[in-house]
C-alpha cells in the first residue's frame, strides 16, 4: 500500500482547503482511513477518520469546520477544511489500517501505513 496526499498550500485565516490521499494498493474497501497533523515542534495529532462503510470521527477543534470523505470508485479519501484558522497550520498525513469490521473508525494516530504528508500554512 501507498499513500500519497496532494492539496496543501498556503490559505489565509477563515479560507478553505481541500486535502487528497490517492491510494495505491489492492482493496482500499477494507482499509479504514485517517488523516493526522503535525505543527512544528509538536507531537502527531489524530484529526479524522472514516470507516470502511463511511462512518467519520473528528478531533473536537476541527468539528463543523473539517469534513473527510472517500471515493471508493476511485481510491480517494478528501479532507474538506473549512474556516481555517493558524492553529491548523502543520504538515497533515494520511493513514491506512486493515479492518475487518466495517465500522472500525481509528480515533488515534496508530496506523500501518502512511504517506509522507502535505504542508498546509494558515496565515492570520
Known amino acids: 500500500v501507498q499513500l500519497v496526499e496532494s492539496g496543501g498550500g498556503l490559505v489565509q485565516a477563515g479560507g478553505s482547503l481541500r486535502l487528497s490521499c490517492a491510494f495505491a494498493g489492492e482493496k482500499f474497501d477494507m482499509y479504514a482511513m485517517s488523516w493526522i497533523r503535525q505543527a512544528p515542534g509538536k507531537g502527531r495529532e489524530f484529526v479524522a477518520s472514516?470507516?470502511?462503510?463511511?462512518?467519520?470521527y473528528y478531533l473536537d477543534s476541527v468539528k463543523g469546520r473539517f469534513t473527510v470523505s472517500r471515493d471508493y470508485d476511485n481510491n480517494i479519501m478528501f479532507l474538506q477544511m473549512n474556516s481555517l484558522n493558524p492553529e491548523d497550520t502543520a504538515l497533515y498525513y494520511c493513514?491506512?489500517?486493515?479492518?475487518?469490521?466495517?465500522?472500525?473508525?481509528?480515533?488515534?494516530?496508530?496506523?500501518?501505513?502512511w504517506g509522507k504528508g502535505t504542508q498546509v500554512t494558515v496565515s492570520s
Open positions: 472514516i470507516s470502511r462503510n463511511g462512518g467519520t
Open positions: 493513514g491506512a489500517r486493515f479492518s475487518l469490521p466495517i465500522d472500525y473508525l481509528p480515533r488515534t494516530a496508530d496506523m500501518e501505513y
